[in-house]
């Protein structure tokens, strides 16, 4: 049995154990945000799925953990060739809420591949993310209909547009 000092550091008793599993209590919790956010909370339901595509391996995963931490199933991949591969001519499953994509990828740019997935099928809603703020990028996002932001962003800035997507996808 893992002793509470293992588990939590130096803080408990050395002796102290974890009470085994039928002996701990059943906890109901609601968790609420210290951010405001227009929908309400921004824990979600874990079968929204967020399909995350960033060539840059520290922005991916920290763009992944912001979105894992508040409840979303993320699958992020390097490249629009990764996401092509994997989905092989079909469209997003409809688990997918929202796709997050950096405009500038090598090979295949995010513009192109939302192109591309309109194609083959339904699309959920879209944030293109850049570090390059440029007005024909904004624009071209915006005949995309999908949503725009500049790198280097807030973790609640993508989780607003984030909520509002899912909300928008639902409605």
């Given amino acids: 049995m893992e002793s509470a000092a293992a588990r939590k550091g130096s803080e408990a008793h050395p002796n102290e154990q974890l009470p085994s599993a039928p002996e701990r209590p059943k906890i109901v919790a609601t968790i609420t945000s210290r951010w405001d956010f227009p929908l309400g909370a921004c824990i979600v339901h874990t079968s929204h799925e967020v399909v995350l595509v960033e060539d840059d391996g520290g922005v991916r995963r920290a763009v992944g953990r912001i979105l894992q931490g508040s409840g979303y199933k993320v699958d992020a991949y390097e490249s629009a060739e990764a996401l092509l591969d994997l989905l092989q001519g079909s469209a997003l499953r409809d ?51 999908a949503a725009y932001l500049l790198k280097p962003f807030e973790g609640r800035a993508l989780l607003q547009l984030v909520a509002r997507s899912t909300h928008a996808a639902r409605a």
Wanted: aromatic fraction near 6%.
């Fill in 95 to 145: 688990s997918c809420c929202c796709l997050v994509c950096d405009v500038r990828l090598p090979g295949i740019s995010g513009f192109e591949l939302h192109r591309r997935l309109s194609e083959q099928g339904p699309i959920p809603p879209w944030i293109f993310i850049t570090a390059h703020d440029e007005p024909a990028v904004q624009r071209q996002a915006e005949r995309d209909g």
